[in-house]
């Protein structure tokens, strides 16, 4: 070892009890979707980390993707500012929803449900496949009546009254 390396070990060694480890094994106790923070406890020492960010970027207004984890579910909390005083979520073991928010304004979010979210509820998902699927085998049910029904009519033939009641 060189003289360099000497130096090193003995700084770390003398300091090594302040250092923070990088990540922290947690469990999520809670989840607040309007801040974008959550709860969780450490695995090691049962110690709670409070406004953990979902995001790491902190004045990015909520842009970016969002990956929310299930209450209950382990994360790995990694440290900002390289202390434990602002940490955020580097990895999750289960996703409760993904949200994907852009720059404009423009949402799209996954659901547990298997629902595309497109800037919120308001519109009910994007495309929901099993209820549009039942919604068009309804409607071709209902087509091949229509079709039947029409293959089957035939048109009465009306005389018309002059041909009955000649002109005298």
Known sequence: MDWKS???AALRDAV???LLDAAVQCTVKSVDKAA???VATGLRDGTDYHNVRVAAAP?????GLLVWPVVGSAVTLAPLDGLDTMMFVA???EVEAYE???????????????????????HGG???VAQLTAKLVRLEAAVNVLKVQMAAHTH????PAAALFPAA
């Open 91 to 93: 990895q999750v073991s």
């Open 16 to 18: 090594k009890e302040q």
């Open 126 to 128: 994007l495309v929901q």
């Open 59 to 63: 004045d990015a207004g909520g842009v």
């Open 6 to 8: 000497e130096i090193r």
């Open 156 to 159: 009465v033939l009306v005389t």
């Open 36 to 38: 974008g923070l959550l």
């Open 100 to 122: 994907l928010v852009l720059a404009n304004g423009v949402s799209l979010r996954l659901t547990p449900a298997g629902h595309l979210e497109l800037n919120g509820t308001a």
